[in-house]
T-cell receptor
Framework: KQEVTQIPAALSVPEGENLVLNCSFT??????LQWFRQDPGKGLTSLLL?????REQTSGRLNASLDKSSGRSTLYIAASQPGDSATYLC????????FGTGTSLTVIP | DTGVSQDPRHKITKRGQNVTFRCDPI?????LYWYRQTLGQGPEFLTY????????KSRLLSDRFSAERPKGSFSTLEIQRTEQGDSAMYLC???????????????FGAGSRLTVL
């Protein structure tokens, strides 16, 4: 069974700092990897999707990379803002979507 | 089409009662997923449909849980004889093409929060 791990579980940074969130998965036979943002008590909002044939995707201040062979993905957030405070989840697709437990990010003004 | 809709957003019920949640996916999406999420955890897979066919059910989905998607459009998730351990956020998501499609983007609804007293 696919296991997805996200490190760190929580992160607190001052505004303006660049940061990296990590996602690792045990089975490299995936079709894609998706990063989501979740605000407290809300549903999940898709941020980036990386297909298995791709190495990275960028959207604004976000950049996600994928290394299938090592079972790792990173989400890079540049010039963090207080509005970035949320929980970030990664999900990999095999037979269905497998989620990590998330990284709770707090950006301090 | 404004996205995936879930109803109700919040449900408080007494233990032993039955509850039903509804999900309306994005209209052109053929796959519909149900997940359960508890505080501090990632979403846990419950079941998914491709059109009206229920293709996979998690072992988390006990006999008290049943899901339907009768016409391949909206779906319902019913929990019978609710227990306090059923308290969670129930999330619905939809996609086009399915998990095997590399370009498949999963779109979530806002969730239905269940509290069992």
């Amino acid at each position: 069974k696919q296991e997805v791990t996200q490190i760190p579980a929580a992160l607190s940074v001052p505004e303006g700092e660049n940061l990296v969130l990590n996602c690792s998965f045990t089975d490299s036979a995936i079709y894609n990897l998706q990063w989501f943002r979740q605000d407290p008590g809300k549903g999940l909002t898709s941020l980036l999707l990386i297909q298995s044939s791709q190495r990275e995707q960028t959207s604004g201040r976000l950049n996600a990379s994928l290394d299938k062979s090592s079972g790792r993905s990173t989400l890079y957030i540049a010039a963090s803002q207080p509005g970035d405070s949320a929980t970030y989840l990664c999900a990999v697709t095999g037979n269905q979507f497998y989620f990590g437990t998330g990284t709770s990010l707090t950006v301090i003004p | 089409d404004t996205g995936v809709s879930q109803d109700p957003r919040h449900k408080i019920t007494k233990r032993g009662q039955n509850v039903t949640f509804r999900c309306d996916p994005i209209s052109e999406h053929n796959r519909l997923y149900w997940y359960r999420q508890t505080l501090g955890q990632g979403p846990e897979f419950l079941t998914y449909f491709q059109n009206e066919a229920q293709l996979e059910k998690s072992r988390l989905l006990s006999d008290r849980f049943s899901a339907e998607r009768p016409k391949g459009s909206f779906s319902t998730l019913e929990i019978q004889r609710t227990e306090q351990g059923d308290s969670a956020m129930y999330l619905c998501a939809s996609s086009f093409g399915g998990a095997f499609s590399g370009a498949n983007v999963l779109t979530f609804g806002a969730g239905s929060r269940l509290t069992v007293l």
